[in-house]
């Protein structure tokens, strides 16, 4: 049985830092790409990092120069840091893992940024 399983998120003031991560199992997680999505209230789902198997990765323009996508393979975990928060990174934050054999997503977890 495959899971992914968001956590790290919570409540943090501007400017503050949080690390996600996002632990899978049930897969040969070092096979599959990582992303990070997040959707906030009334919001569409919109991709924030992503990083292949390979280990390039990709921002959204947004979260460039803050946010930094890493994976560890040897514990089937990925990573999401997230520095200088703001107000707008308030959303819940998805995991999702994905190949040519499919993909996975966890249940997310809540980040609210507030002072």
């Known amino acids: 049985q495959v899971q992914v399983v968001e956590s790290g998120g919570g409540l943090v003031q501007p400017g503050g830092s949080l690390t996600l991560s996002c632990a899978a199992s049930?897969?040969?997680?070092?096979?599959?790409?990582m992303a990070w999505y997040r959707q906030a209230p009334g919001k569409q789902r919109e991709l924030v990092a992503s990083i292949l198997s390979d280990g390039t990765t990709n921002y959204a323009d947004s979260v460039k120069g803050r946010f930094t996508i890493s994976r560890d393979n040897a514990k089937n975990t990925g990573y999401l840091q997230i520095n200088s928060l703001l107000l707008e990174d308030t959303a819940v934050y998805y995991c999702?893992?994905?190949?040519?054999?499919?993909?996975?997503w966890g249940q997310g977890t809540q980040v609210t940024v507030s002072s």
């Open positions: 049930g897969i040969i997680f070092r096979i599959y790409a």
């Open positions: 999702s893992l994905l190949n040519s054999l499919g993909g996975y």
